[in-house]
T-cell receptor, first 113, second 114 residues
Framework: RKEVEQDPGPFNVPEGATVAFNCTYSNSASQSFFWYRQDCRKEPKLLMS???SGNEDGRFTAQLNRASQYISLLIRDSKLSDSATYLC??????????????FGKGTKLSVKP | DTEVTQTPKHLVMGMTNKKSLKCEQH?????MYWYKQKAKKPPELMFV???????INESVPSRFSPECPNSSLLNLHLHALQPEDSALYLCASSQSGGINTEAFFGQGTRLTVV
């Protein structure tokens, strides 16, 4: 079983659309969850951290469901500039002294005019 | 300063060469990572250093040799690489443990082995 699994994508949506990505993780002891965004030929950049029951940042909402071991990312009112690959990242560290960030395969989003 | 700096940005090397990738951060992070990313694939973890000690080696071939001279620096020494090792090599750092483990990435070194 893969440690972090994401929707395969790609997602092609018009501007203004609402789009949601899901991600599941295998290690129930994982404590930290993140969404990263990666533009073509660039490094991943942190979009949002997801703690406890989730959080919102402008048009972006991240939710965590510990019982089902999944995380979601909702993007409202999509902009052309949202086009990127969205990576679900889980810290497989169970509270020890190190980080062990595992990436999902990523979901490509393309927002069209 | 939330920057992770990697050098060089691009590197072309022959299969008999020895080269090193360098990574530096001044955020006081005590965990540092090397990731390898092939085109259209997610980053794959190679090594994790925690408090300057190697804590994770994801079965990486010995032609890749990491080194952490101090808490701010991380090197990756390369020797006798193969063309299939061509990839983007990403360095990242994070606070060690706990919930604040967001990783900050450098811009990467794009390596081509010829």
């Amino acid at each position: 079983r893969k440690e972090v699994e994401q929707d395969p994508g790609p997602f092609n949506v018009p501007e203004g659309a609402t789009v949601a990505f899901n991600c599941t993780y295998s290690n129930s002891a994982s404590q930290s969850f993140f969404w990263y965004r990666q533009d073509c030929r660039k490094e991943p950049k942190l979009l949002m951290s997801v703690y406890s029951s989730g959080n919102e940042d402008g048009r972006f909402t991240a939710q965590l469901n510990r019982a089902s071991q999944y995380i979601s990312l909702l993007i409202r009112d999509s902009k052309l500039s949202d086009s990127a690959t969205y990576l679900c990242v889980v810290n497989m560290d169970d509270g020890g002294s190190q980080g062990n960030l595992i990436f999902g395969k990523g979901t490509k989003l393309s927002v069209k005019p | 300063d939330t920057e992770v700096t990697q050098t060089p940005k691009h590197l072309v090397m022959g299969m008999t060469n020895k080269k090193s990738l360098k990574c530096e951060q001044h955020m006081g992070h005590r965990a540092m990572y090397w990731y390898k990313q092939k085109a259209k694939k997610p980053p794959e973890l190679m090594f994790v250093y925690s408090y300057e000690k190697l804590s994770i080696n994801e079965s990486v071939p010995s032609r890749f040799s990491p080194e952490c001279p101090n808490s701010s620096l991380l090197n990756l020494h390369l020797h006798a690489l193969q063309p299939e090792d061509s990839a983007l090599y990403l360095c990242a750092s994070s606070q060690s443990g706990g919930i604040n483990t967001e990783a900050f990435f450098g811009q990467g070194t794009r390596l081509t082995v010829v």
